[in-house]
């Protein structure tokens, strides 16, 4: 069974789905994200990158001989993420849809505040940063996938540093779109929003139009 495109699909990515469920096989965020990460036009909220761990580095290394390459709009298209029947797929060179196969390794993946999904190889990419140009994420980490099958998400980001909350936004979309998480295994390093206010803890982070701001996760 292969991808097909299906406009279905598309209508279905706008769509929400509980969490809370009891049916649901992956853990619920400890309770909704702020509205005030929510941006005009976004469906899903997001958060900058981390000033120190990301926005500065990523300014470091464009003065060297090695920058961290930064996508446009037509770079970043060839790592956009699609979901058919069930399985994950990216286009091939001709622009058909074909199952994504990881071949073992991990990709690194985004998803952005209107709920697309991109991810590759970060031996191309090298960090997180690259796929957005630096913008604010909903979601980042790490899949593996063979054969169109999810089998493996992660929260690790280095730039970003999401929250769980943020990362369940991702496996929300996912499952809205008729991925089948029962078999995914998740491994979470970030703690909630929640438990991170408890901590006392802030973090600077980068946003390309307010610039700097500290947020409690």
């Known amino acids: 069974m292969g991808c097909v495109q299906s406009r279905a699909t598309v209508e279905q990515a706008r769509e929400l789905e509980d969490l809370t469920s009891p049916s649901s096989p992956v853990r619920a965020p400890s309770r909704p994200p702020s509205s005030t990460s929510l941006r005009e036009g976004d469906t899903y909220r997001t958060l900058g990158m981390l000033k120190i761990g990301g926005y500065d580095a990523d300014q470091i290394a464009a003065a060297g001989p090695i920058p961290v390459p930064y996508l446009d709009a037509a770079a970043r298209a060839q790592y956009e993420v699609f979901v058919s029947q069930g399985m994950l797929c990216q286009k091939d060179g001709s622009g058909a849809l074909q199952p994504m196969d990881t071949q073992g390794q991990t990709y690194m993946y985004v998803m952005d505040g209107r709920g697309t999904l991109y991810a590759g190889d970060d031996m191309d990419l090298q960090h997180h940063s690259s796929f957005l140009s630096g913008a604010p994420v909903a979601a980042a980490g790490a ?32 499952r809205s779109l008729g991925v089948d998480l029962s078999q995914v295994q998740t491994d979470y390093r970030g703690m909630s929003r929640q438990q991170w206010a408890a901590r006392g803890t802030t973090f600077d982070r980068y946003y390309p139009v307010e610039g700097v701001r500290t947020k409690p996760y």
């Open 143 to 174: 899949i593996r996938v063979a054969s169109g099958q999810l089998n493996y998400l992660t929260d690790q980001s280095g730039h970003y540093a999401p929250s769980t909350d943020h990362t369940a936004q991702v496996l929300q979309k996912l």
